[in-house]
């Protein structure tokens, strides 16, 4: 049994053109955009704290060594 010409076809889709398909729904575009922006937001955040957790490690190395050339100096007196 063949569709009557007001059926669906598989050619067609109700009118809509590829170029609309590939377009977000506009209800969608600010739900993309604040994730977008949040995953950059969470990016930046962790290079700040790896950056910290590098300057703290370079501290600490730096109190180790500066305490191990001191540690024949005697404060007694």
């Known amino acids: 049994m063949a569709r009557s010409e007001g059926g669906a076809s598989p050619s067609r889709s ?3 053109t590829t170029e609309q398909r590939r377009q977000l729904p506009f209800c969608l575009a ?3 955009v604040a994730l977008i922006l949040a995953l950059a937001g969470v990016a930046r955040w962790a290079e700040i704290a790896a950056d910290i957790g590098a300057a703290l490690r370079a501290l600490a190395n730096a109190k180790i060594h500066g305490n191990a050339t001191h540690s024949s100096i005697s404060t007694v007196s």
Do not use: E, H, R
């Open 14 to 16: 109700c009118g809509i």
């Open 30 to 32: 600010p739900a993309m």
